[in-house]
């Protein structure tokens, strides 16, 4: 094979390499509705997939959790009946129900402190779990891709899903039933009580959730914008970074080391970037909530004092509303980390989902053929076209037809980009050719299963 028969090099990290991961990370930050929410379910379905051993272990930790919110629920109704009924009666002489709502208060504390500590071992153990069947599945499942898949997508790439991504998950699976069914039971449960306590202030309360609504809803779509974007630089960062260090000695030859460190420098301004507008989303939300939180207290105070004094509302009565109501818009925070975890998290997912969709090497054949016995080594490429598929329109092997005996020994010459290495590739069935056919004793490869490709090599 001569130089003549070449097309052009492979492309650089400077030339379409580096700008063909850039377009997709462009489109990684840009999808369209349809493409969104079909991530978004591939997503789901792999949480769901991942969860499905542990349902009794999740089961019960939704029943600790449960079991934590009532009693907690139950402290402000014992506040209420110390003040409304056990200190006049212990004015009156009478200290037995003040002790019993003292003493009912106190074991809620202790109750509710052991049932908190159950939870959290149990709900840390399923998320190591989970994170641990996920590395699990990504490292198996990228062994069995495809070498045209690892030549596309870079081991950078590949390393960013096994580590940050991964990474990202950790505080969601750890902490998000906590944050999201603890805060949606406190909520349900607080806005029953608070209906039973006084249903005129409950409506004040009501009232301050439209703008809730319209806040959560918009946090919702920023945040899962952002979250892609911070996931697609960290992955751009990564990549660099290990073929920087995988090439260090092209890198060090060429005295490379002042565009290297430019290009990093632009890399971590863009996840700097785009973790600071991360950021400032769930700062705004978070201050929209409090601001929502405060206004409907002052309005309850007012009202609810002046109820009091009309003698309408008792007071311990208007102080166990005032317990409830701060713990109705501290669940809301916890929703908002939530969301904050979820889209970070639902990023990763995403990325980790569609490695994990990836079809497993090269297709098997419907009806696999058989190698005569004893194998011979006669190797055939009848009239063989090869281009990548991450750049069809560049033929590295316009037309090649060779006849290898079984048993000889043949040295292949060219220069660089010639195609020697893309011809050991075909002849390994690493790829398969755009055009004609590679055959072992007569046998077209494509006709072959990995099993007996397996045993042959």
């Known amino acids: 094979m001569t130089a003549t028969d070449s097309a052009a090099p492979e492309p650089t990290q400077d030339d379409e390499g580096w700008r063909g991961l850039a377009v997709e990370d462009e489109e990684a930050d840009t999808v369209d509705r349809r493409t969104g929410l079909a991530l978004q379910r591939r997503a789901r379905a792999l949480v769901a997939e991942v969860l499905r051993p542990h349902r009794a272990a999740v089961v019960l930790a939704f029943a600790l959790l449960v079991a934590e919110n009532a009693v907690m629920l139950a402290g402000p109704l ?3 009946t110390a003040i409304d009924t056990g200190v ?6 009478q200290p037995a129900p003040l002790a019993l709502a003292i003493g009912g208060y106190a074991a809620c504390g202790l109750s509710g402190a052991g049932l908190r500590a159950a939870f959290l071992v149990l709900s840390g153990r399923i998320g190591q779990d989970v994170l641990l069947d996920l590395r699990r599945r990504v490292f198996a499942h990228g ?6 898949f690892h030549e596309s997508y870079t081991s950078g790439r590949f390393i960013s899903r096994l580590t940050s991504d991964i990474a990202s998950l950790s505080d969601l699976i750890e902490k998000g039933m906590d944050r999201l069914l603890g805060a949606l039971l406190s909520v349900v449960g607080i806005t029953v009580l608070l209906f039973w306590l006084d249903p005129v202030l409950a409506v004040v309360v009501l009232a301050g959730l439209g703008p809730l609504l319209l806040l959560t809803r918009w ?3 920023r945040s899962r914008a952002g979250y892609r974007r911070t996931r697609s630089t960290v992955a751009r960062l990564i990549v660099h970074f290990v073929e920087s260090m995988n090439g260090i000695r092209a890198v060090q030859a060429f005295r490379r080391e002042p565009r290297n460190d430019q290009i990093m420098d632009g890399l971590s301004a863009a996840y700097r970037n785009a973790n600071a507008s991360a950021f400032l989303t ?4 978070v201050a929209g909530v409090r601001l929502v939180g405060n ?10 004092g002046l109820r009091v004094v009309d003698g309408a509302l008792a007071l311990g009565a208007l102080t166990a509303f005032v317990l409830y109501l701060r713990r109705f818009y501290d669940p809301l925070d916890d929703l908002a980390q939530f969301f904050n975890s979820y889209q970070s998290a639902a990023a990763a997912l995403e990325k980790i989902a569609s490695v994990l969709d990836t079809p497993v090497g090269l297709p098997e054949p419907a009806r696999p053929a058989r190698l005569a016995q ?10 063989v076209r090869f281009a990548y598929r991450r750049a069809p329109d560049r033929t590295i092997l316009p037309e090649l037809t060779l006849h290898v005996p079984a048993g000889q020994t043949v040295a292949l010459v060219g220069a660089t980009g010639a195609g020697k290495s893309t011809l050991a590739k075909l002849a390994a069935r690493f790829h398969d050719p755009t055009a004609g056919a590679v055959r072992l004793d007569g046998v077209d490869l494509r006709d072959l299963s990995d099993a ?6």
């Open 78 to 80: 014992l506040v209420a």
């Open 143 to 148: 062994q069995r891709l495809s070498l045209d």
């Open 374 to 383: 004893p194998v011979r080594g006669e190797l055939d490429l009848d009239r």
């Open 88 to 93: 006049p009666a212990a004015l009156a002489g």
């Open 282 to 285: 769930v700062a705004s939300y």
């Open 452 to 457: 007996t490709c397996g045993r042959r090599w």
């Open 219 to 221: 946090f919702q779509r």
């Open 295 to 304: 206004t409907t207290l002052a309005l309850v105070l007012l009202i609810g």
